[in-house]
């Protein structure tokens, strides 16, 4: 049956001695007194929460899903859900990361990031209810009026109050212009907003007190497209003045969706009919506001494939050593066994380190990722938060799609480990592969991440965000580059910073003539980057596990073999994507659209 336990191992390897995450912290006075024994006991506790209180609810509750009520409009989610969430209040987990000012214990986002890998590997569909909160409290915290702040942050904080964001019409997708709900004033300073949204993830549950909906609508007065949208607080209750809650507000679930995956979580169509709303930054501000919470969102469904992909390779690895079938082609392993186990086999293994590799790659780049976060928010030195920002600017939208990309692939693996018995749901393996591929689709699709990433930005800026990035690589390379025994790792990944930066040159050069060649070579592009970045931090934990071998650690024995395996199997895809990606626009723009 399905197991998870959280890998404290290697994630404290990632913040310990990859990151050297306290020494970070000690130049961020937010920060500076967190220390290696804090950051290891909340991640103990965070273990222990996730394996024991989540994780048996996945299975059921994907069994189980939501229930919707249409004659009350509500919807009531799995058994167990409720007073899990209750639980998870209760522990503070919550306030976590959050702003002291309004109630929350002020740690690093980077342990944050460490707990939602673990959340979202006990059970993704469960984590969306206050992962979803913590994006609403982000957007709030950075554009609210004092006003706001007060009302709503330590409510969310707390956990009392959940909160969504409601972006999507039934008309338009990520095309965001498109979008017709509409904001009308009223005397007092309100709007009453009416209008329909589909997909709203965790959009009405009876698992808190109250739900916060941010709201995209336009107002009487807004310009078309983009530039006309604004951004409104709409409570599913009123809230008084010193917290309480007061009237309904009308803003109702028409129906849940029927989807592949995450069952757990109430995918609502959510309707306003002339709902209570405040204005949150700005008037036609609405998307800069959003992309707050959007941007926090593409980072947390990173870290939902990472996720996936840790709990799908657990419980590979297990099965692959307790099933038996068949003998090792090179001898028989087993003599007391009938077959042998078939991790023996060669492509059992493949199937398994693409998954330990995706997993412990990802896990490396994503704590990264939070780390600068934390400097672009705490550091005493503007030049450093700058830098910090840029990073995470050109970052996330490879943490969203590469990392989501590799987990359908890990998770689809592991289910083949299973042979026939990973098609068969009582081994939760094609849960797993279920849930994953949501998560390629929603906070904007990885074709639009990797536009985002070409388009946005490198090509935007010349390329001068990227060159930063590889500067640091190349540093890294001339540091280690006359050390024999990092060659194997040093040679590809010199090899592969001087491919990205040709093949970025000659993609800007053919956008000048065709802006098509962008949208023909993003994708490609996107996982190209993705391979740099991976062979940059492995190369980073090889030399590390190089260091201690010898150590008597068999867990640097370990790092280093999947180190190895990803140079040999997995960074050669990037020969196949190179050609791709130069290929051009024609053999996709050529054919007429009647003719397909």
Same mark, same amino acid.
């Given at each position: 049956?399905?197991?998870?336990?959280?890998?404290?191992?290697?994630?404290?390897?990632?913040?310990?001695?990859?990151?050297?995450?306290?020494?970070?912290?000690?130049?961020?006075?937010?920060?500076?007194?967190?220390?290696?024994?804090?950051?290891?006991?909340?991640?103990?506790?965070?273990?222990?929460?996730?394996?024991?209180?989540?994780?048996?609810?996945?299975?059921?509750?994907?069994?189980?899903?939501?229930?919707?009520?249409?004659?009350?409009?509500?919807?009531?989610?799995?058994?167990?859900?409720?007073?899990a969430y209750k639980q998870y209040v209760e522990a503070g987990?919550?306030?976590?990361?959050?702003?002291?000012?309004?109630?929350?214990?002020?740690?690093?986002?980077?342990?944050?990031?460490?707990?939602?890998?673990?959340?979202?590997?006990?059970?993704?569909?469960?984590?969306?209810?206050?992962?979803?909160?913590?994006?609403?409290?982000?957007?709030?915290?950075?554009?609210?009026?004092?006003?706001?702040?007060?009302?709503?942050?330590?409510?969310?904080?707390? &956990?009392?109050?959940?909160?969504?964001?409601? +972006? /999507? =019409?039934?008309?338009?997708?990520?095309? $965001?212009?498109?979008?017709r709900s509409k904001a009308e004033p009223q005397a007092d300073g309100s709007y009453k907003i009416t209008g329909s949204k589909i997909f709203i993830s965790a959009g009405e549950h009876d698992m808190s007190d109250n739900i916060v909906h941010l709201v995209l609508a336009r107002l009487p007065d807004a310009p078309q497209g983009s530039k006309g949208i604004s951004l409104f607080i709409v409570p599913k209750f009123m809230p008084n003045a010193d917290g309480s809650l007061g009237s309904r507000n009308p803003i109702t679930c028409g129906a849940i969706e029927e989807k592949m995956g995450i069952h757990g979580n109430a995918t609502c169509q959510m309707n306003l009919d002339g709902a209570v709303g405040w204005l949150i930054g700005g008037p036609h501000k609405g998307l800069n506001a959003m992309f707050v919470f959007m941007n926090a969102a593409r980072l &947390?469904?990173?870290?939902?494939?990472?996720? +996936? /992909? =840790?709990?799908?390779?657990?419980?590979? $690895?297990?099965?692959?050593?307790?099933?038996?079938?068949?003998?090792?082609?090179?001898?028989?392993?087993?003599?007391?066994?009938?077959?042998?186990?078939?991790?023996?086999?060669?492509?059992?293994?493949?199937?398994?380190?693409?998954?330990?590799?995706?997993?412990?790659?990802?896990?490396?780049?994503?704590?990264?990722?939070?780390?600068?976060?934390?400097?672009?928010?705490?550091?005493?030195?503007?030049?450093?938060?700058?830098?910090?920002?840029?990073?995470v600017a050109l970052l996330t939208p490879v943490v969203k799609a590469f990392i989501t990309d590799n987990a359908w692939i890990a998770t689809s693996e592991?289910?083949?480990?299973?042979?026939?018995?990973?098609?068969?749901?009582?081994?939760?393996?094609?849960?797993?592969?279920?849930?994953?591929?949501?998560?390629?689709?929603?906070?904007?699709?990885?074709?639009?991440?990797?536009?985002?990433?070409l388009g946005r930005k490198i090509l935007m800026d010349n390329g001068a965000k990227l060159k930063k990035f590889g500067a640091q690589?190349?540093?890294?390379?001339?540091?280690?580059?006359?050390?024999?025994?990092?060659?194997?790792?040093?040679?590809?990944?010199?090899?592969?910073?001087?491919?990205?930066?040709?093949?970025?040159?000659?993609?800007?050069?053919?956008?000048?003539?065709?802006?098509?060649?962008?949208g023909a070579a993003a994708v490609p592009y996107l996982r190209v980057v993705g391979h740099l970045v991976y062979a940059y931090f492995f190369a980073q934990m090889a030399k590390i596990a190089l260091e201690k071998q010898d150590s008597g650690d068999n867990f640097y024995k370990s790092k280093l073999a999947t180190a190895r395996f990803y140079f040999a199997r997995l960074l050669p895809e990037t020969a196949t994507l190179i050609r791709q990606a130069r290929s051009g626009s024609a053999n996709l723009m050529a054919l007429d659209a009647d003719l397909f």
């Open positions: 049956m399905p197991q998870y336990n959280a890998p404290l191992r290697d994630m404290q390897f990632v913040l310990h001695e990859l990151l050297k995450v306290e020494d970070v912290l000690k130049t961020l006075p937010a920060h500076a007194d967190t220390n290696r024994e804090l950051i290891d006991q909340v991640l103990e506790e965070g273990g222990k929460f996730t394996s024991q209180v989540l994780f048996p609810l996945n299975h059921s509750g994907d069994r189980e899903g939501c229930t919707y009520n249409k004659d009350t409009k509500t919807v009531t989610p799995p058994k167990g859900y409720k007073e987990w919550a306030a976590l990361s959050c702003d002291p000012e309004f109630g929350g214990q002020g740690l690093p986002l980077v342990m944050n990031n460490s707990f939602y890998e673990m959340l979202n590997s006990s059970n993704q569909a469960w984590t969306m209810y206050p992962g979803l909160s913590h994006g609403a409290y982000e957007c709030i915290h950075a554009h609210g009026s004092d006003e706001q702040k007060a009302l709503y942050l330590p409510k969310l904080i707390s &956990g009392e109050w959940t909160g969504t964001m409601c +972006l /999507t =019409e039934a008309h338009c997708g990520t095309d $965001l212009g498109l979008l &947390g469904v990173g870290m939902q494939g990472l996720g +996936l /992909t =840790e709990v799908a390779y657990q419980n590979a $690895l297990v099965y692959a050593k307790d099933r038996i079938q068949m003998r090792s082609l090179s001898g028989v392993k087993a003599p007391d066994k009938a077959a042998d186990p078939i991790i023996v086999h060669p492509d059992v293994r493949r199937m398994l380190l693409t998954a330990k590799a995706y997993a412990e790659g990802g896990r490396a780049f994503c704590s990264y990722v939070a780390l600068q976060l934390d400097k672009e928010l705490n550091h005493p030195d503007e030049e450093v938060r700058k830098e910090a920002a840029d990073q592991c289910l083949q480990v299973y042979g026939g018995h990973g098609y068969i749901s009582e081994w939760g393996m094609e849960q797993y592969v279920r849930d994953a591929r949501i998560n390629m689709i929603y906070e904007g699709t990885n074709t639009i991440q990797s536009l985002d990433l690589v190349q540093a890294f390379i001339e540091d280690n580059g006359t050390d024999e025994a990092m060659s194997e790792f040093i040679s590809p990944l010199a090899d592969i910073g001087d491919k990205v930066s040709k093949l970025t040159m000659e993609i800007g050069m053919k956008a000048f003539q065709n802006p098509d060649e962008v």
